[in-house]
């Protein structure tokens, strides 16, 4: 296979990673930089990896302009562990902390939490089919709350905050689906995490950034890999680091510096998911978002069609014009597109021509 015989893959991840960063894991897989070995064989204890793995964490903390009073840790167990680990890490036994409701992931999370600490729940978005984002003023944070945990972007229901909510406490955000597609306001949060996945490399990596000062606070007895403290004073190399993953999402943060940044992905995922969204706004309901267009996310662009039997059709007839993993979540039905970092603008032009001809000729 070549790069141009690639198809244009929408998973919600893993996902499409850039063509010149595969070709360079392939070009110098059998022999890194001289070693004799691939990097999947080298000790993550020697010269060859260490330089991977501190120039990764460096890039990352560049690209994302994490403060000084900031830690960035790499992490194994995905996303997912991270449901437990951050209030084991951020709350004592006394404190308390807040859950936005907005769906499937953040759910996840209040549900993992709820296991371990005290939290509870500040809005819901249940009523409403989980369609939209709340407001500020809707959040309802009782005396004593610690943080507001919030799901920056929910893969699943296609929505995403467009601000994050200005409230008294820190913010603690699972940015799982939107890493590094947008600013991040360092001030107004205690934390940040999310897997690597999809804006950023391969699965097998999750990466946690916390404030400093709230390592150790919270009083309990974890054992060391579950405490934050243990990655940070040892550069997320207390044990074996997911090293392969750490390895091309070095190479892909590394693209991302090339191309312009944050800045220039937060405008290319805007311009990925207007386009997407104009041709669902003009097939006069044809197609429909069961999305509030404030709420629209820019990563996971979920659509219906008029019945399940031509969304079945439509995802068939995708697929065999090189467009794959379009069919929405299991849980929800319908189409949905996702654009991360690395999905070709052309990939996204392909897919609304597809989307014009497949709605003349069934309409
Ligand atoms: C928003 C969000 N949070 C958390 C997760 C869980 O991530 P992981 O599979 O890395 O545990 C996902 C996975 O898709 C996600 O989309």
């Known amino acids: 296979m070549t790069a141009s015989n690639r198809v244009h893959n929408f998973c919600a991840g893993p996902c499409t990673l850039p063509v010149s960063v595969l070709e360079e894991v392939r070009d110098e897989f059998l022999d890194f930089g001289g070693t004799g070995m691939s990097i999947i064989e080298s000790s993550h204890r020697g010269a060859a990896y260490d330089a991977v793995h501190m120039q ?23 996303a997912s562990l991270q449901f437990a680990a951050v209030p084991m890490n951020l709350l004592s036994d006394s404190d308390m902390a807040g859950y936005v409701n907005t769906g499937t992931w953040a759910q996840k999370a209040f549900g993992d939490a709820k296991k371990v600490a005290q939290v509870y729940e500040a809005w819901s978005g249940a ?22 945990h919030v799901t ?11 601000e994050l909510p200005s409230v008294d406490v820190p913010l603690v955000s699972d940015m799982s689906s939107d890493f590094l597609s947008r600013e991040i306001d360092w001030g107004s949060h205690d934390l940040v995490y999310g897997g690597a996945q999809k804006n950023l490399g391969p699965a097998g990596l999750a990466i946690v950034v916390v404030r ?42 590394r693209w991302m510096k090339d191309e ?37 996310s820019h990563m996971n662009i979920v659509f219906r069609l008029p019945d399940e039997d031509l969304e079945k059709r439509f995802v068939i007839e995708a697929a065999a014009a090189g467009m794959v993993n379009l069919k929405g979540h299991r849980s929800v039905g319908g189409i949905r597109a996702s654009v991360y970092n690395a999905l070709p603008l052309a990939s996204v032009e392909t897919l609304v021509d597809f989307m014009a001809e497949f709605r003349s000729t069934n309409s």
Not at 152 to 162: A, L, Q, V, W, Y
Not at 237 to 246: G, R
Request: glycine residues 8%.
């Open 56 to 78: 990764a964490l460096a890039d990352f903390r560049e690209l994302a302009n994490v403060p000084d009073d900031f830690a960035v840790l790499f992490l194994q167990g995905g």
């Open 260 to 296: 312009g940044g944050l800045p220039a992905f937060e405008q290319r995922a805007a311009k990925r998911a207007s386009m997407l969204y104009n041709t669902i706004d003009e097939s006069n309901g044809w197609y429909s978002c069961p999305v509030e267009e404030t709420s629209r």
């Open 127 to 148: 009523e409403d089919s989980f369609n939209r984002m709340p407001t500020t003023g809707e959040i309802q944070l009782q005396e004593g709350t610690r943080y507001l």
């Open 152 to 162: 920056s972007n929910e893969t699943i229901g296609g929505t995403r905050f467009p």
């Open 212 to 253: 400093r000062d709230r390592l150790s606070s919270h009083g309990r007895s974890l054992s060391p890999y579950l405490d934050y403290a243990t990655h940070d004073s040892n550069d997320s190399m207390a044990n074996t680091p997911p090293m392969f993953a750490i390895y091309v999402m070095g190479k892909v943060l």
